[in-house]
């Protein structure tokens, strides 16, 4: 593993459909200062983390926090990097007043969300005037797209879980948290049977992992190693066995649909991707693994 991604909160000025952690103005949940601290220290020991990220939510609605986390970051020898929806861009010059500060701590990747669930069908974005600012003040910076769902008649490849010749959905929406419940009525499904296979995470040996402010250490939206409150994030990482894991165990096993089976979990009988039944499947099962199932906000339940 060589990334941590701070959450560095679930709020956000935005509440997209394609959401996959259910951000909104309402949502709980910011890291303070002395609990990135705290992750900062942990990731050292880990030994092989070299990479630091604050996404959110919106983690330019906590400037501060956000600047001196990434400076904390540089200072522990981590690459550091941040992901936005560039809110705050609102003309090339205010852009550059956000930047600026950035600039100090040799910032390695400023990610700028980009398409049509952010931006509508705005003439220029905020994104692309933030990156215009980024690319004068010499950060790295770039533009992250999200398609919007769209149905390819007759493009199912007959392998895998498509079968040939039937609708698929197409668009880069990963169907997770609000996705699936504001995009995912009217799309074609396909049995749940045909999803042995998560496609999108390595289980067994994550690359990376999402930490947020209540504890939770993310290997996919919403399904956690454990918690880094009452166990260093360190032991964690170094102790975490995907094969004895109650929810990563059966998908390892046999993907969403071996997830779904092994805890007699019957809900519909179509689904849109794997993910939507790894989701649904999940959300049943999340006051019998409330350690690795969480928090219910990132599955639309406020607590
Ligand atoms: S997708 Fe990004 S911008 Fe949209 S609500 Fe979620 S965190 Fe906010
Ligand atoms: S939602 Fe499930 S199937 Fe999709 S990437 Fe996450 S763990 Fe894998």
């Known amino acids: 593993m060589t990334g941590i991604h701070f959450l560095l909160t679930y709020r956000c000025n935005f509440e997209c459909d394609h959401c996959f952690l259910y951000c909104g103005p309402r949502a709980a949940g910011t890291f303070t200062l002395e609990q990135i601290r705290q992750v900062l220290a ?38 550091t990097g941040v992901v936005t929806n560039a809110y705050w861009a609102t003309a090339s010059e205010d852009a550059d007043l956000w930047l600026g500060p950035l600039c100090k701590h040799d910032l390695y990747d400023l ?21 215009g600012s980024a690319r004068k003040l010499g950060l790295p910076a770039r533009t992250i797209c999200i398609e919007e769902p769209r149905v390819e008649e007759g493009s199912g490849s007959g392998t895998g879980s498509q079968e040939k010749g039937q609708p698929v959905v197409g668009g880069d929406v990963v169907f997770r948290g609000r996705a699936v419940d504001k995009l995912a009525g009217g799309l074609p ?57 109650p929810i990563c165990g059966p998908l390892l096993r046999g993907g969403p649909a071996g997830l779904a089976e092994e805890y007699g979990v019957r809900l519909e009988e179509g689904y849109v991707d794997e993910c939507h039944l790894c989701y649904s499947v999940r959300r049943a099962l999340l006051d019998k693994f409330p350690k690795y199932l969480g928090p219910k906000q990132v599955y639309g339940i406020e607590e």
């Open 42 to 79: 942990e990731a050292v020991k880990i030994g092989t983390i070299d990479t630091i990220y604050y996404e959110g939510g919106e983690p330019f609605l906590f400037y501060p926090l956000m600047v001196e986390g990434v400076r904390l970051a540089r200072a522990a020898g981590m690459q």
């Open 111 to 131: 990610s700028l969300s980009d398409d049509v669930f952010h931006s509508g069908d705005e003439k220029e974005t905020s994104a692309q005037r933030a990156l």
């Open 189 to 245: 499904r396909r049995p749940w049977k045909s999803f042995t296979e998560c496609k999108r995470e390595e289980l067994e040996d994550p690359g990376r992992v999402h930490v947020d402010s209540f504890g939770n250490v993310h290997i996919c939206q919403g399904l956690s190693m454990g918690n880094m409150w009452e166990r260093p994030l360190s032991e964690i990482v170094k102790g975490y066995d995907a094969k004895s894991h």
